[in-house]
């Protein structure tokens, strides 16, 4: 998938085996510590499905997305998942590659036939891709974070009517 953005080139692709240890270095880099990089390496290893896409240019990965499946007591409407966490290079950030990582992944997740997704995220970022607040939709985080953080876009309209209650995250997330 090729994307042009205010950086330039780039290709957007399902990650690869070869590319594991530059996503580490990719996600230790665009976060404080390597909490996220250590915990992109579990969900690797320890859920599915998991859809991971990167972003290259000139043969560096440059960003990564991860979409895992978050459940929900009691609905049997299709495959939730959540975006979690999506990592842009420092030099690269604001370059709009992560709007490019949000998109393709969310065509990703609806070819793996998800019928939405949730984010924990900054609630001024998400909005441009049709996140709204997951509340709207009865649903709640089941970490203590602020309302307007906690979002979800139905990838299937109508998808998230009829159901309520509080989405739970993999316990791999719990490790960071």
């Keep these: 998938m090729p994307w042009f953005g205010s950086s330039g080139p780039m290709k957007i692709r399902f990650e ?37 896409l990167v972003a290259e240019s000139n043969d560096q990965i440059i960003g990564n997305i991860v979409f895992t499946p978050v459940t929900l007591d009691k609905y049997s409407g299709g495959l939730l998942l959540g975006l979690a966490p999506m990592a842009v290079a420092p030099d690269r950030q604001n370059t709009g590659v992560g709007s490019a990582l949000v998109d393709a992944g969310l065509a990703a997740c609806r070819e793996a036939s998800a019928v939405a997704v949730v984010v924990l995220g900054h609630p001024a970022y998400y909005p441009r891709f049709g996140f709204t607040p997951a509340s709207g939709f009865g649903l709640a985080c089941d ?33 960071v």
């Design 16 to 52: 690869k085996s070869a590319d594991v240890a530059a996503i580490f270095a990719l996600n230790e880099a665009a976060f404080d510590t390597d909490a996220e990089a250590r915990l992109v390496d579990r969900l690797r290893n320890d859920v599915t499905p998991y859809i991971s």
């Design 143 to 175: 970490y203590d974070v602020p309302d307007e953080a906690f979002m979800a876009i139905e990838l299937q309209p109508g998808s998230l009517a009829a159901c309520s209650g509080t989405l739970h995250y993999h316990p791999t997330f719990a490790g």
